[in-house]
């Protein structure tokens, strides 16, 4: 009889012990599960505030809409005030979705585009900031911002991407120092997407793209002689349509 009681207090430890250690592992694992979902939380929230920064009426009514192609080309003085129901003129289109603002042109030299309208002096500083998706296919070259001057000579730098009509493509800076000049090509970042800062100060200019690359220029002294200003949207070099997603705006 005693042995069997003894046999029984055993069983019961070991099983008590069996118990405890399931808890334990148990709360382990939920412990683990928690920390990823959390890990897992945070990164989609960061990546979302990134990403999806929504364009104001505010933001784009800093500007003007410049749409269609040569002397039929039409302005609206303040385009955040059409994001419902869009523009439209001369094969060319603008409309806001999802929170990002939508370009379209269909042909050679079409465009649709905002143009800052404060312009700045030589000696200001100033900074253009924004993320632009390309998702045109075929598209051969689309300028999505500019540094330009209202002196009637040309922009003085385009950002321009450049398909290679496999549905990716290349973002390049085609810039000029002088009114008259050549413009010099050079090679920013390859894909169809990137956020893009372009820095003025007292005529020095920064280019740079979310890679770390980085171009940079002098603006000879007096090579233009008016007013300085932004421009973001699509303006097509060649032929065909093109479809350019703006947003995370600062101007």
């Known amino acids: ?78 385009p955040g005030n059409h994001f419902k129901k869009g523009v439209h003129h001369n094969s060319a289109n603008f409309f806001k979705k999802d929170g990002k603002l939508v370009f379209k042109a269909n042909g050679k030299l079409n465009r649709s585009e905002l143009r800052y309208k404060n312009g700045f002096s030589q000696d200001a500083k100033k900074t253009f900031k924004a993320s632009v998706n390309v998702t045109s296919k075929g598209m051969g070259r689309v300028s999505v911002m500019q540094l330009h001057n209202d002196s009637n000579q040309g922009p003085i730098l385009k950002l321009q991407y450049r398909s290679d009509g496999k549905g990716s493509g290349t973002f390049g800076v085609l810039y000029r120092k002088k009114a008259g000049n050549k413009d010099v090509y050079k090679h920013l970042k390859t894909g169809t997407s990137g956020t893009f800062k372009i820095s003025f100060n007292k005529r020095g200019v920064v280019v740079s793209g979310d890679n770390n690359n980085k171009i940079s220029f002098t603006i000879n002294n007096n090579g233009w002689k008016g007013k300085y200003y932004w421009k973001t949207g699509a303006y097509n070099q060649t032929g065909g349509q093109s479809r350019v997603l703006v947003n995370n705006i600062s101007w």
């Open 1 to 78: 009889m005693k042995k069997r009681m003894i046999k029984n207090r055993k069983s019961y430890s070991g099983l008590l012990r069996l118990g405890v250690l399931s808890t334990s592992f148990l709360l382990m694992l939920g412990n683990l599960s928690c920390s990823k979902d959390e890990a897992d939380a945070e990164v989609q929230i960061n990546e979302t505030a990134t990403t999806n920064a929504k364009v104001s009426s505010s933001t784009a009514n800093k500007a003007k809409l410049q749409i269609g192609k040569g002397g039929s080309m039409k302005e609206v003085a303040t």
